[in-house]
């Protein structure tokens, strides 16, 4: 647990009590979303878990392949308290876009909480990596996620044969999804772009060996310098970007 100031104690005592209520309207969900402190009752470092600032998830949610008239079926995975799926869902009620949306996260608090946020989504508590509870569910049209970062003790076996975390989800969800959308640290990504001048593309590095072993290819997002959101994390968190993944490839897709 992290040691909290007075008024971040206050403001999360606020979304404890607005969590409270019988209804919870649009303002104050999103103030639950910015104010709501895992590190008040969880070691969150030690689980590498850091919830996504809303404006980051808002922006994320620019690779939802939505369709008029057609329902798209999204998973989130380690989805927290939901603020992805959230802003994947028009960032209030559920009439603005046709969404199904499931949500699989291994901490039952932060599954209580997300289930109040998003009564409409399917929650279930369990293991994203857990093989089994991931073939049960069917196949999405996108996986989202912002996976804890970095080497996180979990029994997932795959093609993918290191301990990093957020590739282990990765190709996790490549199994289930047409497309991924994912947040991870900028050093696991193939590129630099956010919080610099000098954006570029990297030849070597763990990126390009997870894309060697996977056959899985880390794209470029639509623009996003996650920088600008660096002082809305909750707690010190590494750079990151956005990676996106097409796990349908064209040739994979006609063959």
């Not at 103030?31 to 808002?58: C, E, M, V």
């Not at 939505?66 to 079926?73: D, F, G, I, L, P």
């Not at 989800?169 to 497309?179: D, L, N, P, R, V």
């Amino acid at each position: 647990m992290s040691k909290l100031t007075k008024q971040q104690i206050k403001s999360h005592d606020t979304a404890i009590r607005l969590l409270n209520q019988d209804r919870i309207s649009d303002e104050d969900k999103l103030y639950i979303f910015q104010n709501f402190r895992a590190d008040a009752n969880h070691i969150t470092s030690k689980s590498g878990a850091f919830f996504t600032p809303f404006g980051l998830a808002r922006d994320l949610s620019l690779h939802i392949p939505y369709q008029r008239e057609k329902t798209v079926r999204i998973i989130d995975l380690c989805a927290g308290i939901g603020v992805l799926s959230y802003a994947a869902c028009g960032g209030s009620d559920w009439g603005k876009v046709n969404v199904d949306i499931v949500c699989v996260e291994l901490n039952p608090d932060y599954v209580a909480v997300g289930k109040k946020l998003l009564p409409d989504a399917a929650w279930i508590c369990g293991d994203a990596l857990d093989p089994a509870l991931l073939n049960s569910l069917g196949t999405f049209d996108i996986a989202i996620s912002n996976p804890p970062f970095g080497n996180v003790q979990n029994m997932y076996s795959g093609i993918y044969t290191s301990n990093v975390f957020e590739y282990m989800i990765i190709e996790a969800a490549s199994h289930i999804a047409k497309e991924g959308a994912f947040i991870i640290p900028q050093m696991s990504a193939p590129f630099v772009y956010s919080g610099t001048d000098c954006s570029r593309w990297l030849k070597e590095g763990r990126a390009r060996r997870f894309e060697k072993q996977t056959g899985i290819t880390l794209d470029f997002n639509v623009g996003i310098d996650t920088s600008y959101y660096s002082k809305d994390w909750h707690m010190s968190a590494s750079c990151c970007e956005i990676v996106c993944c097409d796990f349908q490839p064209e040739d994979a897709s006609t063959s």
